[in-house]
Nanobody, 117 residues
Framework: QVQLVESGGGLVQAGGSLRLSCAAS????????MGWFRQAPGEEREFVAAITTSGGVPTYAGSVKGRFTISRDNAKNTVYLQMNSLKPDDTGVYYC??????????WGQGTQVTVSS
């Protein structure tokens, strides 16, 4: 099993920045990628960004490309999401996710991000 704990959410004005962190523990050696999803009120959960644990190859949703940067520190089993130029549409609960090589997915408990206009 893998446990994921997010931190760094909060309230910020439009145009501001936030940095989310996700620390993984447990069978972290089994992970092939880690990433972030978000869910706005009344909406489906959507993909934001992901990064492979070995090569560090990032992928982004079109809506955040150029504004968000995902990175990882394998020594700390931690992935980060630097969010710049935030917009009210970025508001939601941000979930850390991790995928094992077996295809099993793990989820964190979520952290709230609120962007005021």
């Amino acid at each position: 099993q893998v446990q994921l704990v997010e931190s760094g959410g909060g309230l910020v004005q439009a145009g501001g920045s936030l940095r989310l962190s996700c620390a993984a523990s447990g069978r972290t050696f089994s992970l092939s990628s880690m990433g972030w999803f978000r869910q706005a009120p009344g909406e489906e959960r959507e993909f934001v960004a992901a990064i492979t644990t070995s090569g560090g190859v990032p992928t982004y949703a079109g809506s955040v490309k150029g504004r968000f940067t995902i990175s990882r520190d394998n020594a700390k089993n931690t992935v980060y999401l630097q969010m710049n130029s935030l917009k009210p549409d970025d508001t939601g609960v941000y979930y850390c996710a991790a995928r094992a090589g077996s295809g099993t997915n793990f989820w964190g408990q979520g952290t709230q991000v609120t962007v005021s206009s």
